[in-house]
């Protein structure tokens, strides 16, 4: 079975340092992969895509960018962050037919402070 | 273009009664639409979804929706909540049958609250 798996759970981070969040899924191959952003009483917001290794589509210019160096492995980074880069960062992953159900990771509540 | 309203934030029910969580959309195409739910910290997981089958669409945990083109509406309901059932909806729409996942456009979320 497919299974997606997205650390750290949480991470506070000061402003002006590096992020680095790793998403990783098994069980298949070639995967859409997905970053996503929820800010709180808020909807999710696409910030990224990738339908293979190395192709990365953004959806929002951003502070943040996002590499896929492996088929099954997708990064998202920062150099420096700030305050606004606070929320819950999700993974997801979907097999790449249209309309299949996304599959979500765990994932990441980062704090900057 | 395409938007979707949810039109409550936040929905209280008492345990054992019905559940209706509404949702209005707007597109320009002909859309798929989803419910996903949210357990606090965690990630989402797929109630239901409507991909121009049948307009009554059953889900996981006894959830239902019904996609209603003359209102533009796909409202999600149960007819007896439990206690496990509260968590954040999502309604989330699709461009199309035609179209993956990058072209989603989610709800601000409905925070439901099970009264024991």
């Known amino acids: 079975s497919q299974t997606i798996h997205q650390w750290p759970a949480t991470l506070v981070q000061p402003v002006g340092s590096p992020l680095s969040l790793e998403c990783t899924v098994e069980?298949?191959?070639?995967?859409?992969l997905y970053w996503y952003r929820q800010a709180a009483g808020r909807g999710l917001q696409l910030l990224f895509y990738?339908?293979?290794?190395?192709?990365i589509s953004s959806e929002v210019p951003q502070n943040l960018s996002a590499s896929r160096p492996q088929d099954r492995q997708f990064i998202l980074s920062s150099k420096k962050l700030l305050l606004s880069d606070s929320g819950f960062y999700l993974c997801?992953?979907?097999?790449?037919?249209?309309?299949?159900?996304?599959?979500f990771g765990q994932g990441t509540r980062l704090t900057v402070v | 273009a395409q938007s979707v309203t949810q039109l409550d934030s936040h929905v209280s029910v008492s345990e054992g009664t019905p559940v209706l969580l509404r949702c209005n959309y707007s597109?320009?195409?002909?859309?798929?639409l989803f419910w996903y739910v949210q357990h606090p910290n965690k990630g989402l997981q797929l109630l239901l979804k409507?991909?121009?089958?049948?307009?009554l669409v059953k889900g996981i945990n006894g959830f239902e929706a019904e996609f209603k083109k003359s209102e533009t509406s796909f409202h999600l309901t149960k007819p007896s909540a439990h206690m496990s059932d509260a968590a954040e909806y999502f309604c989330?729409?699709?461009?199309?049958?035609?179209?993956?996942?990058?072209?989603?456009?989610f709800g601000t979320g409905t925070r439901l609250t099970i009264i024991p």
């Open positions: 990738s339908v293979g290794i190395g192709q």
């Open positions: 597109s320009s195409y002909s859309p798929s």
């Open positions: 069980g298949t191959s070639n995967p859409n």
């Open positions: 989330v729409v699709s461009r199309g049958p035609n179209f993956g996942n990058e072209k989603l456009t």
């Open positions: 409507y991909t121009s089958a049948a307009t």
């Open positions: 997801a992953w979907d097999p790449g037919q249209v309309v299949s159900e996304a599959f």
